[in-house]
């Protein structure tokens, strides 16, 4: 038993969440994540004429390109896909050499971020919104629905937004200076000189940071199904972009969040085809034995960058009080805190690598050598 | 010493009704048990065995009526009480239960059982068992919730929980209840205090998973058993499907099965029911069977006994195609050369089905097994037979779209799933008949559905 070959308490665990958006990462046992960077691969290219690499502003994360960040999504991947878990399990003992190895479900981790083995996971990203059915720490492979409306869904409406005012998304890096102009009124800036060639893929990533930012500071969804009247009066909020346009925003902050829980309303969505939150929820509760209903029900768990738009939960707890029986007791476990509701997966691991119980889980190198890459399968749920 | 007390407590209940055939010996084994548990966990365990008995009973009545039966043993167990305590207990507690006013749970055989007297009310009183609708299952509490109402009233706590989660777990060995409330119990004792810790929390929840996952498969396989008639024909046309085996093979499965939950479900022991699972194993995994199986079947009969049965029960059924058909009725599944006649119609009746769950494909199979008996015990089995030939065709078809609307429910989005049915069900009561085909998918069409439930479901559906 691994247990006896490591003593306990000196046994410290490294907790890595892999993300489409961003990489978690840290030390069991602590509260949240040393390490937050995104999930993106920057490469260097060769340049003709032999410059050197131009600097981004400033802002963490994003450092030269001679910095490798590593894109996996290993973790995230359906469960037919056991050559890609597999092969992880192969790279960490063979190449990495390290002596214990585990694997666990973002969304089973994510309710244990709760102290709970049993609840429906809405995980809400950049790419995806899922609901993961969890029982017994268990992920009730029957029971997933996933949908495509997710947070770059709504990067795609913000985008068609200002194309439609008429605003040119301009990063960062490429703003000399700027003037101070008037709300709506078309910006003034001016472009750095000697800007050396970029890539489409680098440009398109700093536009998007800004896309994202906007969607953060400025988007709400309304407590209530979209109503053009009622957003009318809404309040407005300021924004200014980074070449200086600035805007009150009104009704479309609440319009385009609204797509993601009634998709029916929302541009560029052919048909009724696509799922609302509401009904990724209720669709994948159905898809399980209906004993195990209320224990679903009873601990929504809401976990996902995506879900801390203002009002998001609020409005959820509504669909999904419509949605399910008069008797059915709804309980939407949301962390308050940006960092628990973004980390919960990471949280949930740090949790698990620091109980007692946790040596009797883990895959140690032996058992790989003994037992082949196939131990991932029978130990990893 | 648990083990000792779930033999004994129920002869507390029972045998000791059977007073005169050895009262002394009932009253020793008792007294024993208590001495043993001791009075708190005595009390628990007749709070699961009444509480199971009795799911509709309120709270109070079964308290009442546990606080009796260890009021009872604890007076008449003492040393000094007289010899015939006990008896004359007994039948104290037999008489307020046909008293108007009754602090006991109710039933409504209580008052036939009330005009029989003396041993006779006794052992018609013990028999008793309510068949109430299933309950919905308990909600999981926050940890802050369950640490509050833990913190007001331990003892409280401890003996509602019992109740709440023994009645709706009452077809199963009462020890696996009580094992599983205890767990629950010492969870909140250590997590509560001083603070509530989610690690504290997540560590015990994950200590008994296994157990959980076994309660929870015990308790729907028990159910089927003692709720749906044809059990065992469903059963065997499950293992047809699910193992691809011809009638005799998944006849023989299917009774040994069936045979072994008959036997140990409804026993307070819990080594009756691991036994006869565990014996199960080596035959549903044996020699004759593991050649022709899927990869996926080897892996599940690799594992522990019970956690096998488990791994089979998850095992996804396909759409098969047997190569014999159930043929067109006639006088010859009623004679006396075939006693297996029946047997094998309903066989190849329900064995290409798929996408049903086992209470539901019982029903049907259960309604067509009366329709047929019932011809062959009449007088002239060829005419009703042919009489009753409309009504088995459509009591076949009605199995495939079953079939098809569970394999659609789960292919489909629920409003998709909606519509599409909205669609297909039209004319008269179209709205009626579409909800019942609605709420018989939803509650239905997943593999452990609850069997009083969609039993009556099914019925509700062909009346329409």
Known sequence: MSGGVYGGDEVGALVFDMGSYSVRAGYAGEDCPKADFPTVIGVTLDREDGSTLMETDGEKGKQSATTYYIDTNQLRVPRESMEVIEKLTELMFEHYNIPAFFLCKSAVLSAFANGRSTGLVLDSGSTHTTAIPVHDGYVLQQGIVKSPLAGDFMSMQCRELFQELGVEIVPPYVIASKDSVREGAPAIWKKKEKLPQVTRSWHNYMCNTVIQDFQASVLQVSDSPYDEQVAAQMPTVHYELPNGYNCDFGAERLKIPDGLLDPSNAKGLSGNTMLGVGHVVTTSVGMCDIDIRPGLYGSVVVTGGNTLIQGFTDRLNRELSQKTPPSMRLKLIANNTTVERRFSAWIGGSILASLGTFQQMWISKQEYEEGGKQCVDRKCP | ?464
């Open chain 2, 1 to 464: 010493m648990r083990n000792t007390a779930v033999i004994l407590i129920p002869a507390l209940i029972i045998t000791t009704l059977l007073a005169d055939k050895g009262k002394n010996y009932a009253k020793e084994n008792v007294c024993q048990g208590l001495k043993d548990i001791g009075i708190e966990k005595f009390k628990e365990m007749v709070t699961v065995l009444y509480s199971q008995k009795f799911p509709n009973g309120t709270f109070q009545e079964v308290s009442c009526v546990a606080d009796e039966m260890t009021k009872l043993a604890e007076k008449c167990c003492k040393d000094d009480a007289s010899p015939d305590c006990y008896d004359k207990g007994a039948t104290e507690i037999s008489e307020k239960s046909c008293g108007k006013d009754s602090p006991f749970p109710k039933h409504p055989g209580i008052e036939q059982c009330c005009t029989l007297q003396g041993q006779e009310r006794k052992l018609c009183l013990a028999s008793l068992r309510y068949t109430a609708d299933e309950l919905p299952s308990l909600t999981e509490p926050t940890n802050e919730e369950i640490c509050t109402e833990y913190t007001k009233d331990e003892k409280d706590y401890s003996v509602r929980y019992v109740y709440e989660f023994a009645r709706r777990h009452r077809n199963i060995p009462a020890g696996f209840v009580l094992n599983a409330t205890q767990n629950h119990v010492r969870m909140a004792e250590r997590c509560c205090r001083p603070d509530i810790k989610n690690s504290c929390f997540l560590q015990e929840r994950l200590q008994m998973r296994s157990s959980n996952i076994f309660l929870k498969f015990l308790s729907n396989v028990c159910n089927n058993q003692v709720n749906l008639k044809s059990f065992k024909f469903g059963l065997s046309a499950y293992y047809g499907n699910l193992l691809g085996l011809s009638f005799e093979e998944a006849s023989a499965m299917s009774g040994h099965f069936h045979s072994g939950l008959e036997k140990c479900c409804l026993k307070p022991q819990p080594e009756c029911i691991i036994e006869e699972l565990t014996s199960f194993q080596k035959v549903i995994c044996g020699e004759s069977n593991l050649n022709a199986m899927s990869e996926d079947f080897h892996k599940c009969c690799k594992k522990p006994a019970l956690d096998t049965l488990l791994c089979l029960d998850d095992l996804k059924r396909q759409p098969r195609q047997s190569p014999d058909v159930a043929n067109p009725v006639s006088s010859k599944l009623c004679e006396e050369a075939q006693p297996h006649g029946i047997d094998r119609y309903l066989f190849l009746t329900g064995v290409n089905h798929a996408s049903i769950s086992l209470p539901v494909l019982t029903t049907v199979l259960d309604r067509i097994k009366n329709t047929v008996t019932a011809c062959c015990s009449s007088a002239d089995i060829t005419t009703c037979l042919t009489e009753k030939e409309s009504k088995l065709k459509m009591t076949q078809a009605l199995l495939s779209k079953l079939d098809d609307t569970c394999s659609r429910y789960f292919r489909l989005d629920l409003p998709a799933f909606k519509t599409r049915m909205q669609k297909e069900v039209q004319g008269e009561g179209g709205e009626k008949r579409t909800q019942a085909w609605l709420d018989l998918a939803i509650s239905c069409c997943s593999q452990r559905s609850p069997a009083q439930l969609c039993q009556k479901l099914v019925s509700t559906l062909t009346y329409h």
